[in-house]
């Protein structure tokens, strides 16, 4: 089955690449201002220096919020019959990202819980950075 995929382009394609690679987050950091983002951009959204590095995450965060998409807007999501779990999750490194909840305990995401880059994910599945809960995210509610 053929999944939707990001527009990969000469801004982006270091991140896309790092995760289908590698299941690496990358963030840009700012090393005018130190300002940490995502997602790419040519320019810092605080500063607007076009110096930008990307640096991996540390792959931990939290959920701030989230919801349970019952219909995909997508015939290949469609096709798979099952729910999603998008969610807005913090980074510990700071930015804040709207990804998706993946594993089998997902419907036990709680705002509030503790996630982590699920870097062995299905990469052709999720072409995005993925989440699943961390084992003290389980306990949250
Ligand atoms: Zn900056």
């Not at 690496?24 to 110096?51: D, G, K």
């Not at 919020?65 to 807005?88: I, K, M, N, P, Y």
Request: glycine share 8%; with cysteine.
């Amino acid at each position: 089955m053929e999944f939707p995929k990001p527009t990969e382009d000469a801004v982006n394609r270091e991140m896309l690449q790092a995760w289908h690679a590698h299941g690496e987050l990358l963030l840009q950091h700012c090393t005018q201002c130190a300002a940490v983002t995502y997602y790419p951009r040519r320019i810092c959204p605080s500063c607007w220096s076009s110096r930008m590095e990307n640096r991996p995450s540390a792959g931990e965060g939290t959920v701030i919020s989230f919801s349970v998409v019952h219909r995909g807007v997508d015939e290949a999501f469609r096709q798979l019959g099952t729910t999603v779990t998008l969610a807005s999750v913090r980074t510990d490194d700071g930015p804040q990202l709207i990804t998706l909840i993946v594993g089998d305990d997902r419907d036990q995401v709680a705002i509030g819980g503790r996630v982590r880059l699920a870097r062995d994910a299905d990469r052709e599945r999720y072409p995005l950075p993925v989440y699943s809960l961390a084992p003290s995210g389980k306990d949250a509610s």
